[in-house]
């Protein structure tokens, strides 16, 4: 199932090569939430692209930062952007190595979080450039 309002996450929907990570590091962070910073860069592709970026230091278990990038993908195959690369780095942790690892609130915060984070990077695409005032 491909196509204007898929919601699969096929490879092309995915960043996955160090240049492109790269390119849209280089460029400043468009969001910026709780746990997360939302880098963009507009695409010339029919549909968004996502890469996820979650760091030991900030979520020590692999079963944390698995679940980080799960949810992030979730939020990211229904929240319609428009043909933009996005990459989601996790910033500050979200957990102890000594707290559970997942559970259902960690999984709904994070579900929140990532919801408004991209539904103000989709707000912030749809308004219109500003026009300046004239004389």
Do not use: W
Not at 28 to 54: D, W
Not at 55 to 66: D, E, G, L
């Amino acid at each position: 199932m491909t196509g204007e309002g898929s919601h699969d996450f096929a490879r092309v929907r995915r960043i996955v090569k160090t240049d492109e990570f790269s390119s849209v590091f280089r460029l400043r962070p468009t969001q910026k939430s709780a746990h997360f910073v939302l880098y963009t860069r507009p695409n010339s592709l029919p549909h968004a692209r996502l890469g996820v970026v979650a760091a030991k230091r900030f979520a020590p278990r692999a079963v944390t930062r698995n679940t980080i990038k799960r949810v992030t993908r979730e939020v990211f195959r229904t929240s319609g952007l428009l043909p933009v690369d996005c990459i989601v780095r996790l910033a500050r942790p979200v957990n102890g190595k000594d707290g559970p690892a997942t559970t259902r609130s960690l999984k709904a915060a994070l579900h929140a979080e990532l919801t408004r984070l991209f539904a103000s990077q989709r707000a912030r695409r749809a308004a219109p450039p500003p026009v300046p005032p004239t004389p």
